[in-house]
């Protein structure tokens, strides 16, 4: 059973930086896709960032060039950088993990985390 455990987070101040880390363990398939979603109160959740096999990464247009995500392949982790962060960057923010299991796209979530932005 794969688990992913979210650390980082929190309060910021506008045009401040955080990072979100997100262990995996238990993953015995291919794995692919690692990405961090955000869901914000009352709207639908989103994906911020993932990298997807063979290693493309593809940003939502709304953190592009602020946010930077990144994996550790021995550690099974990833994460994200968040720089310039802006009162819209409040949201949950979730870890994902998709692998094929027997045929299957199976996708994995995170505990979730909490950034607010705000002066």
């Known amino acids: 059973q794969v688990q992913l455990v979210q650390s980082g987070g929190g309060l910021a101040q506008p045009g401040a930086s955080l990072t979100l880390s997100c262990a995996a363990s238990?993953?015995?398939?291919?794995?692919?896709?690692l990405g961090w979603y955000r869901q914000a109160a009352g709207k639908q959740r989103e994906m911020v960032a993932k990298?997807?096999?063979?290693?493309?990464?593809i940003y939502n247009d709304s953190v592009k060039g602020r946010f930077t995500i990144s994996k550790d392949v021995a550690k099974t982790a990833i994460y994200l950088q968040m720089n310039d962060l802006k009162p819209e960057d409040t949201a949950v923010y979730y870890c994902?993990?998709?692998?094929?299991?027997?045929?299957?796209?199976?996708?994995?979530w995170g505990q979730g985390t909490q950034v607010t932005v705000s002066a």
């Open positions: 994902n993990l998709d692998q094929q299991e027997g045929g299957q796209l199976i996708v994995y």
């Open positions: 238990g993953s015995r398939f291919r794995i692919t896709t």
């Open positions: 990298i997807v096999t063979g290693e493309q990464i």
